[in-house]
């Protein structure tokens, strides 16, 4: 039984925010969920397909759906926005204007959401009131959805989010994936964001969902002003990568197509004082993250072990183990995975030790068995 009877359409669903909205909204409130091109099944939620661009299809669902709450995550992305800018600004300005319209004229809720990247990074750190001048087509067109949107309604409700982070899309998921594969990443070292737990965002939205409802603009952001190389660490240190793995890069020497802030970063004590929320820091944010994941402890471990194995063979090449000191070594190594995991039909009895064991017989053959 839901606590609450409105109806939330959720526009973007299959996307990185709807889909993490889906998931913390359906517990509570009837939801409807849109997508464009991935379908997606969430908790009971089927999403519906849309393309924001058929206008009359748009409105039909909407007035079959009559939702009491419409919640706009559909987006053009950076790359769509620089190789279709048409289509972009169909997607992020004139859709989610004939949106607030339709929201205005039925007495709808509305949330939609913005980015930091509406600014130029020459006078960070950017509150509500600071002029936006963007930089990127992508940028541009976010702008002129924000203006456009409080233009026709001056009830809806925008936040303007940081770099988003915390489920498995977006730039710690791509991080992520990249260093499970066992490639390097490149990190920018000299780009500086807020970036934001998605866990925050929604926790605001559940609050933006009850009276008294809020409008106008809000900057949603983390705490922490930090460039890409050192969020990758804090991750690569919770989840147990070797910082090896990471890469600096300077954003400003790689030939982009457009130019993007060096500073984007966002202060939003406004949204906080509203709101009566704490954005998780980064390093919380992540530990967050690694929580809500099932396999992070045993992936942790085996990772750790992978590591100092790596070591031992490093210590072997350069001649500064002797085979017996190495063989003890390892040896201790594999007494530390046996005893991390020691109840049975754990993730880590059933896959990682045989397979973590195997690379150790590989590398010293069966010597000690
Ligand atoms: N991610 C970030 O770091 C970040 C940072 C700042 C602001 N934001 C803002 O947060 C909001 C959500 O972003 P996100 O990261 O969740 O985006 P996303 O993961 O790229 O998701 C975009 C969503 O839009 C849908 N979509 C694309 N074209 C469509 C069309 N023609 N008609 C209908 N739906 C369409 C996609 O559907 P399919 O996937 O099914 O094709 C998907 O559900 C956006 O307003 C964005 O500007 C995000």
């Known amino acids: 039984m839901k606590k609450d009877l409105r109806k939330i359409l959720i526009i973007g669903a299959s996307g990185f925010l709807g889909h993490a909205l889906v998931q913390t909204l359906e517990k509570e409130f009837h939801i409807e969920g849109t997508h464009y091109s991935n379908p997606v099944k969430i908790g009971n939620i089927y999403s519906k397909k849309l393309d924001v661009m058929d206008e009359d299809s748009t409105n039909s669902l909407l007035n079959a759906i009559n939702p009491d709450v419409v919640i706009n995550c559909a987006v053009a992305g950076v790359d769509l926005c620089r190789q279709n800018p048409a289509k972009a600004t169909g997607i992020n300005a004139m859709f989610p204007e004939k949106l607030a319209e339709w929201c205005s004229i039925s007495n709808a809720q509305m949330i939609h959401f913005s980015t930091d990247l509406v600014f130029d990074g020459i006078n960070a750190p950017y509150d509500e009131l600071s002029e936006a001048h963007p930089l990127s087509e992508y940028g541009k067109t976010k702008l002129i959805g924000e203006k456009s949107v409080l233009y026709r309604y001056p009830s809806a409700l925008i936040f303007r989010l940081a770099l988003l982070y915390g489920s498995e899309k977006g730039f710690i998921s791509w991080l992520h994936k990249t260093l499970n594969s066992g490639k390097h990443a490149s990190l920018f070292i000299d780009q500086f964001r807020t970036p934001l737990y998605v866990g925050d965002v929604c926790s605001i939205v559940c609050k933006a969902l009850k009276p008294p409802f809020a409008s106008g603009l809000y900057n949603l952001a983390g705490p922490d002003r930090i460039n890409r190389m050192d969020i990758g660490k804090i991750f690569a240190k919770t989840y147990g990568f070797s910082l090896d793995m990471l890469k600096a890069e300077e954003m400003s020497k790689r030939k982009h197509y457009e130019p993007r802030p060096l500073d984007a970063s966002m202060r939003s004590e406004k949204s906080q004082k509203r ?59 594999k007494k530390n995975a046996l005893n991390m995991f020691p109840k049975k039909g754990t993730t880590f009895d059933l896959i990682y030790r045989p397979r973590f064991i195997r690379l150790i017989e590989e590398v010293y053959g069966k010597h000690n068995e």
């Open 275 to 333: 709101f009566s929320i704490q954005f998780h820091n980064i390093r919380n944010g992540i530990k967050a993250m690694a929580k809500a994941d099932p396999l992070f402890k045993e992936n942790r471990c085996i990772r750790s072990l992978q590591i100092q194995v790596k070591l031992a063979l490093q210590m072997i090449a350069g001649g500064k183990l002797s085979q017996n000191e190495a063989y003890r070594q390892i040896d201790l190594v």
